[in-house]
C-alpha cells in the first residue's frame, strides 16, 4: 500500500489544522493506522493510533484532548484533527499502516508499522 500526507502547514498557536493521508489498495480498511511526527533534532514518536474499524484509538499524553484519529475506509483515507496547536507540535508528520489484518488494537510501537507516508509539515509559531 502506498500513503500520500497531505494538510499540514503553518499555523499560530492555538490554531488548528487537518492532515489526511490518503491511502492506494484495497486492503486499507483492514488495517490498523497510526500517525508519527520528528521535530529538528528529535528522534520519530507516536501521535496517535486508530484500528481498522475506527471503534478503538490510543493517543500519546502529548495530545490527548487535542487531537483525534479518524479514518473514513470508504474513502481510503485517514485524518488527524489538530486543536489547539502549541509551538513544540511542531515536526514532520507521518502516517503508517500496520499490514496486520483486522487488529483489534492498533500499535504504538513504530516497529509494528510497515508502511509509512511521505511527511507533511507542521509548523506552529508563538
Known amino acids: 500500500v502506498q500513503l500520500q500526507a497531505s494538510g499540514g502547514g503553518s499555523v499560530q498557536a492555538g490554531g488548528s489544522l487537518r492532515l489526511s493521508c490518503a491511502a492506494s489498495?484495497?486492503?486499507?480498511?483492514?488495517?490498523?493506522m497510526g500517525w508519527f511526527r520528528q521535530a529538528p533534532g528529535k528522534e520519530r514518536e507516536f501521535v496517535a493510533a486508530?484500528?481498522?474499524?475506527?471503534?478503538?484509538?490510543y493517543y500519546s499524553n502529548f495530545v490527548k484532548g487535542r487531537f483525534t484519529v479518524s479514518r473514513d475506509n470508504a474513502k481510503n483515507t485517514l485524518y488527524l484533527q489538530m486543536n489547539s496547536l502549541k509551538p513544540e507540535d511542531t515536526a514532520l508528520y507521518f502516517c503508517?499502516?500496520?499490514?496486520?489484518?483486522?487488529?483489534?488494537?492498533?500499535?504504538?510501537?513504530?516497529?509494528?508499522?510497515?508502511?509509512w507516508g511521505q511527511g507533511t509539515q507542521v509548523t506552529v509559531s508563538s
Open positions: 503508517a499502516a500496520d499490514r496486520t489484518y483486522y487488529s483489534a488494537r492498533p500499535p504504538v510501537s513504530q516497529r509494528e508499522y510497515n508502511y
Open positions: 489498495g484495497r486492503t486499507f480498511s483492514a488495517y490498523a
Open positions: 486508530i484500528n481498522w474499524s475506527g471503534d478503538s484509538t
